[in-house]
């Protein structure tokens, strides 16, 4: 009976195997890598959904969108800071190539003449998150 089983059981899982491509093994790993991501940013202290540290809300949504691969402001916003939240210990999934040009086209064309100024007060939002982050990743220390 064993032995029976154990026939049944190996057919099925050739049948059922399936075949990736390097790039398809590689988005699937780059996903869950985001994933992963997200969940200890949101299990930390500075990400913690208690936590009030000015521009976390960005940087938790902007997690999310990377991970589900969103050109979003959020996201091109943490592309852009990815490697002074690395610095702190937040790991940033694989970002958007080129997110400061991304990031102004895409104000460019939700706020027209407005871009700038948008632009400018979302980058300073990041720059307050990361040096706040930054003091109470020393507090905590």
């Known amino acids: 009976m064993r032995q029976y089983l154990a026939d049944i059981g190996r057919r099925g899982g050739i049948r059922s195997r ?11 790993v780059a996903g869950r890598e985001a994933k992963r991501a997200v969940r200890e940013f949101e299990q930390s202290v500075i990400g913690a959904p208690s936590s009030d540290l000015p521009g ?8 999310r969108d990377l991970a589900q691969r969103q050109h979003s402001t959020d996201a091109l916003l943490v592309s852009m800071a990815a490697p002074r ?9 694989a970002g958007i190539p080129h997110p400061e040009d991304a ?6 064309r939700q706020h027209g003449q407005a871009a700038h100024a948008r632009y400018n007060a979302l980058v300073r939002r990041m720059v307050s998150f990361a040096r706040t982050a930054a003091a109470v990743g020393r507090q905590h220390a």
Not at 56 to 63: D, N, T
Not at 85 to 93: E, K, N, S
């Open 85 to 93: 939240l690395a610095r702190l210990g937040i790991r940033v999934p």
């Open 103 to 108: 990031l102004f086209d895409l104000l460019e």
């Open 18 to 28: 399936r075949v990736l491509t390097p790039e398809q093994a590689r988005a699937m």
């Open 56 to 63: 976390v809300e960005i940087v938790r949504a902007g997690l």
